[in-house]
């Protein structure tokens, strides 16, 4: 069995992030439950992790990286994993405040989590899922939530209106302050604390802490240094495989076609089954990724699941669920379905699952658009 190295910046063994705005967030779940593995997993099958360890530059004449503890390491094969970054405010919004924070490792939700407490201001910047999930929590903790998104409307980029409608009103309802079509004019402090928040409308808040869930960029920066094709991220190609034959890349700092659409298909599952692709490829098979995305969003006791992408839909049909509060919407390009959001409703999630994953996307609309239907029956 030939070695296998991991170089982890943070000072830890792979672990699931999903929860952290969730259940680790909430302190439901301790960090070794988010491990992938057991420690000594690793050891076993031959797999070094070098923890608090960072790769500095890929020298790939040499096949070379060199490390930020000033030692090198040689390899045969080079696989970027390194995943998403969160956007931070501009430090000409913040003005060095503390305070303030994002969630993107079990650190940052160490850091956050005392800070959450009853009775507590927290301003919320970005209605995304992260955003989202992240006010869900601090209600549930009893702090007085304010959620600010500069598009028209929350989850713009990733979802129907109708959706983005049922989470509005989902959200309001337990008691938080909901402002769409308004953006950050600045922070303000006292003692080198925030305490307040300008809005571009004129209104100012009074606040004890800011989240911001303005979005990811793609960790690229050392490969295009390294001078790898990158677009909005690690170009690759079908198998993983990037502008040098011995590097590959996947997860979210991967940009790969879809669909004819270039992009990032920023989930853990894509992570995990393009991560699977790329490990067959690298042993010697010559099998190409076809994504089947899905994703998930616990917010509340409302669970939305999505199967299939959105992008390119130019019509929702909107179906009510056989249980009280669950319903589905179905996301068409032309006649093809191309994803459900499923909220509160397993089985609108587990047929349109089946009926993208299986391509049998076409001649469903009327079907679907008829509440008779048994959902079933599609399958």
Known sequence: MRPVTILSREASYPYQRPPLSKKYLLGEMSLDRLMFRPVEW????????????????????????????????????????????????????????????????????????????????????????????????????????????AADRILARVAAPTTAALFRDIHRAHGVELLEG???????????????????????????????????????????????????????????????????????????????????IESVQNAVDQGENVALNLTGAREAYRPKPWFWSDQYDVKLQIAGFNPGYDETITRAGTREGASSVWYFAGAELIAVDAINDAKAYVTGKKLLDGGRTTGLRDAIADPATDLKSLI
């Open 42 to 149: 690793y050891a076993e099958n031959a797999v070094e992790v070098m923890t608090g360890v960072s790769a500095v530059s890929v020298d790939r004449m040499s096949k070379t990286i060199q490390l930020s503890t000033g030692e090198s390491l040689s390899y045969d094969k080079l696989v970027f994993a390194t995943g998403s970054a969160p956007r931070n405010l501009p430090e000409a919004l913040t003005h060095g405040l503390s305070g303030i924070f994002t969630i993107r490792s079990f650190a940052d939700a160490d850091r956050l989590r005392p800070h959450m407490q009853a009775g507590k201001r927290l301003l919320v910047i970005g209605g995304g899922y992260i955003g989202l999930e992240a006010a869900s929590v601090a209600r549930h903790l009893g702090l007085e939530v304010a959620v600010i998104e």
């Open 182 to 264: 308004v953006g950050l004019a600045a922070l303000t402090g006292e003692a080198g604390r925030v305490t307040g928040a300008e809005l571009s409308d004129g209104r100012h808040l009074d606040v004890d802490l800011v989240i911001a869930g303005i979005g990811a960029y793609a960790e690229d920066a050392l490969a295009r240094a390294a001078g790898i094709a990158c677009g909005n991220g690690i170009t690759v190609d079908a198998y993983g495989g990037t502008s040098d034959p011995d590097v590959y890349a996947m997860g979210d700092c991967a940009e790969q076609a879809w669909k004819g659409l270039h992009l990032r």
